[in-house]
Structures are given as C-alpha cells and as structure tokens.
C-alpha cells in the first residue's frame, strides 16, 4: 500500500512539474487555484520566452557598437578631412574673376588636442587645391596665446611662401586667450584676453586680418571687393565701419568675411554675393535621431539669407573633447563663376 502510494505520488508530482514547465504565466494565472497551490515554484517557468543566448549576444553586439564608434570619434573623425566644392554663381562677375578660387580654413583651434602637425596636414591640403585666395575666418588657437605664433609661421610658411594671399577676421577664441597653462584651473570659465596676440602674429606672418574694413582685388579694371569683421560675440563687429569705403550700388562683388554667422539675417539686405563664416564646428558632435539644427539655425552648408549668401564651414579642430561626430573637419574650395543669364 506504501509502495502503491509512493508511486501513485511520484507519478502526479512528475506529471505536475513536467506540466509547470510548460506553463506560460498566463496559463498559469487560470489554473484553478487547488491546482495552483500544487504547483512547484521553484519549477514554475516564468522565463519561458527568454534565451540568455540571445542576451549575451545584445550585449555583447552594444559593447561592441560602442567601441568603434568611441574609436571612430576620437581616432578617424576629427582629422578625417572633407573638401567640399562649391560653384558659387554671381550676377554681373567680372570677366577677369571667372573661375577665381577661393579655400576657406576655419576654426583651427590649435591647441594641446589639436596638433600643429594636424593643422600642417590641413595647411598642404589647401595649397594642393591651388586657390587663388585663401581667407581664413577666425578661432586659430583655444585659450593659450602661446600657440597664436607656431600656427602664424605655419600659415606663412606653407600658404603665403608658396605665393597665395591670405586674408583673415579673428573669432571669439582669438579674443578668450590669457589663461596661461598653470591658471585654467584656477580661473574656470572666467575668461579675458583680448585679440592683439592673435592679430600680431598673423600680420607679421603677412596675413592681411580685416578689422571692421574692406580691401579691394583688381584685375585689369575688374575689382572684387573683400570685407571682414570682428567678431560678433567676443569682439567689435561693426559692419557699417566695414563698408564705409565699399561702394553698395555699383555691381562690383562683394564677399564678407565674419566668423559667427548669427547676425546674417540682420546684414542680408545689403546683398553680399558670399558671406564666409565658420564657428558652429558643424556641431562637432552630431547624434542620429536628434534634430541637428536645435538652437542654431545656421549650422553648416550654404545658404541662401534674403538678398545674400552665407557658407558655414565646419572648421578643421576641435574644442571642449578631441572628438567629432558625424560632422567631419572640412576645407571648403569655391569656384565664382558667373550667374546662368
Ligand atoms: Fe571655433
């Protein structure tokens, strides 16, 4: 009678749990509750559906993801240089300036994580495309003034020696540059300085920096008409100073150099056939999914502002973390080439 009942017992309670194991949660809410309580909970298979295969895999996939895209950011993007080209149409071109080139460097932010061996790279980049002009549109150093020189002699040695004129307006970062190595702990985010030390060193390196004023090309009788500003946020950004000798009614053309490109909705009107700026570093750090343009209108690319044209370029360095995201330094080549008739 035991034995009978011993296995009489062996037999359901196998029965039970083999049942359990196949029991879904739901299933297992609508057993009757006599057979609920008769359940083994330890063998109740609340993880039916999950394979630890497939979660060690996930994981194994995101760390992964997230190492070659940390490599990625921090190893190829930031000196990954883009050239981007660029025809630039204008109305009334003067023969003797079809096809003149133009390569706009920005934001070099030299530095301790941007390299003056970097930035030489980018300087030779710019002299194989041969430009006519190169205009430069301001940050070529971050917080020390110490790096201003090396970075002037530079831009002299690869760009002006090989015959190229250069013209320059300073950014925000050539004006914030007093910290010496020792006080940027110390002083914070407070920062000072003013731009002479940037705009000593690129005039004795023979850069022409545009301070609130214009000069004019001229090729035979054909003149083309360059105006470069302070900068808006850090410095005295006068655009009517600027323009005090250029003659707006006349059809010569007009290209501004300013490195912050927020005021061009307020200068559109007075029609400038390309405004260069720089600034954004194209966000430096893009993510997917996220709207580029929160905050900023004017990010990156050409675009066409009321009665005038406005390009905003990348940049070549990097402030704040040695990475870039999804927007690569850039040197931009324009070609000006008259507009369709
Ligand atoms: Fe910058």
Redesign the pocket.
Known sequence: MIVHHAINFWCNYTNLLKSSMDLSVQEIICLPIDEYRKLPLVNINLTKNRNPKFLHRALYAIGISGITLTSYATLIAPQWIEITEHDIPIDNLPSSFHGFTIVQL??L?HSSIVTLDYLKACLWKAVRLQPDLVMLT??YI?RHKKYAVPLAQAIQEIIIDMGIPVYAVL???DHWNDLSETSVGQLGNRWGGDGETVFSALTKAGIRVLMNESVVLQRRADRLWLIGCDDFLSGDFNLDKALKYVPMSCNEPRLLLM?NPYPIESIAHHGFDLVLS????GLQVSLPFVPPKIGRKYLAGLFHVGQSRLYVCR?L?V?GVPLRFMTRPEIAYFRLVPSPA
């Open positions: 920005t934001d932010h301001g940050d971050t950014g925000n970062h490195h720089g600034h954004t570093h940049g360095g402030i």
